[in-house]
């Protein structure tokens, strides 16, 4: 396999994927990852864990449906030139 462009983008759809499937109740609160976790208090800073939760939470609602498209294209292209 080479290492070219298309699989670049294939990769970085495959992990915005997998960070689109974590469920919180279901795996992030079980790793001390869920939904009450990580809240500072005003005016303090957001530390590294949240701010991954903030990352996360905002992939899951800002790239549902511009994955759904560019899944399908990806699985079109790659039926139609292997």
């Not at 290492?3 to 109740?25: D, G, K, P, S």
């Amino acid at each position: 396999m080479a290492f070219t462009l298309y699989t670049l983008i294939q990769t970085a759809i495959l992990c915005t994927n997998a960070i689109a499937v974590l469920h919180e109740e279901r795996f992030l609160s079980k790793i001390g990852w869920g939904v009450d976790q990580g809240v500072g208090g005003f005016g303090d800073d957001p530390g590294v864990k949240a701010q991954v939760l903030n990352l996360i939470r905002s992939v899951r609602t800002v790239m549902r449906v511009p994955l759904i498209i560019v899944n399908s294209v990806s699985i079109v292209l790659l039926l139609l030139f292997g």
